[in-house]
């Protein structure tokens, strides 16, 4: 071919082969995986294997494996089988591991043993993110996001799903009985073929009630009346288009550098209860004792925002909007002005709704109001249908009136949460594929989710800093 770029001749042979140090960049991202764990104390970390067994077939070397696997996540390799393929036709992973082959169930079970001790590489680099001073000392955003589990939504059950599953197995077996009774009075050589086909119809749905009925069982004994047969720690999830059966997993991210500070997976399809704690998480990694925190409304939850104000840990989270009456558009709570020295409201028509009583509700001591001016009010069908327009106040209630006020003075809050926090989310969801988890139970889904927020960090890190310059802060 004229006046193209050549190739070399694939029988030519070479005096001097070149070496495989030079098909790697200075800059390439395998060298950053190869530096940082080797600069890890795998031991120290609680990696089985370190030492080698003074008798038997030689191991391989824990630091191999996770190359690998680092490797694998920060490239969407994260099948085991395809990263033994890789192990044997990719150059990069050549390098890496010095030509090493391990086969897939080898690569799989270091994964599975070893899940508290790659947390803990994950929160290593989280800590050496710290060092360097990427993170901003006082402002994370925190979010949620359902993950899919290796569980298809036919194999989960609740007890109303299981019911409606029996009502439907129920109405095709009587609907089957009736087509029996029809086959009866056709010509017998049809008849027969026809029964003989409903007949195994039949079978096979009581067989199918039958093991809906064991599944009944072992759904009374569940905690959260709530069973999956492929992953055991997977949930219903409610989502925007339809439910999942999956994880929840939750994240800080600080708003500087937009790094993954926190995580946790969980299997509770619900917000509200994460706040504090992944708050808590995110204040010990960035190494700061004054933090603010930004969640959206999902998370609004008083005695979380209280758990947060005890903890000196500043919260910013707007409110949920449950007001029956200001959808049916009478006046709102908000519109009732509480004068805290008097410890009274100032209603609308402008009359003093006192104090009457307090009582201990779900743990929490709330506190009742209301006027003597209620049955004589101009305004009253503005206000309630009831006598009278009764207000509730919660003893902390002080806290989220700061709160809120600090949601007030700061209006670009969701705006900063929501470019912050959800970007990641979209980026590792991209990165797993459709099927998100590949592994099974909150444990072992713990490990898998610490990979993809260890390669996040890693790739953040290097488009920050740069190769180079990351990999000399790590041997310094």
């Known amino acids: ?102 086969d897939f169930k080898t690569i799989a079970n270091f994964r599975k043993d070893n899940g508290k001790a790659i947390r803990s590489v994950c929160k290593q680099f989280i800590v ?74 039949i079978a096979a749905l009581k067989d199918q009630m039958k093991v809906l009925k064991e599944i009944e069982v072992q759904l009374e004994a569940t905690p959260d009346k709530q069973i999956s047969l492929t992953d055991p720690d997977a949930r219903s999830m409610k989502t925007r288009g339809t439910g999942i059966v999956g994880y929840n997993v939750q994240t800080a991210v600080d708003t500087k550098n937009h790094l993954i500070v926190a995580h946790e997976v969980t299997n509770d399809g619900i917000d509200r209860s994460q706040l504090s704690s992944m708050a808590q998480q995110a204040r010990t990694a960035i190494g700061t004792e004054a933090l603010t925190v930004i ?45 805290a020295a008097a410890n009274e409201f100032r209603c609308p028509a402008g009359q003093r709704v006192i104090w009457r009583f307090s009582a201990i509700e779900t743990g929490m001591k709330i506190s009742r109001y209301w006027s003597s001016h209620c049955p004589r009010c101009a305004i009253k069908d503005q206000c309630t249908p009831s006598d009278y327009r009764r207000v509730s106040r919660w003893q902390h209630q002080g806290v ?25 989310f979209g980026t590792l969801k991209s990165w797993m594929g459709s099927a998100h988890f590949l592994t099974r139970t909150l444990q072992r889904v713990s490990t898998e989710m610490s990979l993809h927020v260890l390669a996040y960090n890693l790739k953040r890190v290097m488009q920050i800093l740069g190769p180079a310059t990351l990999m000399q802060m790590m041997r310094a």
């Not at 609740?158 to 599953?165: I, Y």
């Open 1 to 102: 071919m004229k006046r193209f770029i050549e190739g070399a001749d694939r029988t030519q042979s070479t005096l001097l082969p070149e070496m495989l140090d030079e098909y790697i960049a200075e800059t390439n991202p395998v060298r950053v995986v190869d530096v940082y764990v080797d600069e890890l104390d795998l031991g120290k970390l609680g990696f089985a294997g370190v030492d080698p067994a003074a008798t038997g077939r030689p191991a391989y070397h824990p630091a191999v494996l996770l190359k690998i696997y680092i490797y694998g996540y920060l490239n969407r390799i994260q099948s085991s089988r395809r990263l033994e393929k890789e192990a044997g036709r990719n150059v990069e992973l050549m390098w890496l591991t010095g030509r090493l082959m391990p």
């Open 128 to 201: 050496l993110c710290q060092q360097l001073g990427l993170f901003s000392d006082a402002l994370v955003a925190i979010d949620g996001s359902k993950f899919k589990a290796v569980n298809n939504r036919d194999r989960n059950f609740t007890s109303a799903k299981l019911q409606r599953r029996m009502e439907e197995i129920e109405s095709s077996i009587n609907r089957y009985l009736v087509e029996l009774d029809t086959a009866d009075r056709q010509e017998p050589a049809t008849a027969q073929l026809k029964k003989e086909r409903l007949h195994d119809k």
């Open 295 to 339: 969640a959206d409304r999902g998370y609004f939850k008083g005695e979380e925002i209280l758990a947060c104000h005890d903890l000196g840990i500043t919260a910013i989270v707007p409110k949920t909007m449950t007001s029956a009456a200001k959808a049916e558009g009478r006046f709102d709570k908000a519109d009732f002005i509480y004068d």
């Open 400 to 424: 989220l009136d700061d709160m809120q006020a600090r949601l007030d003075r700061a209006p670009d809050s969701m705006r900063i949460r929501r470019q912050t926090a959800e970007h990641p």
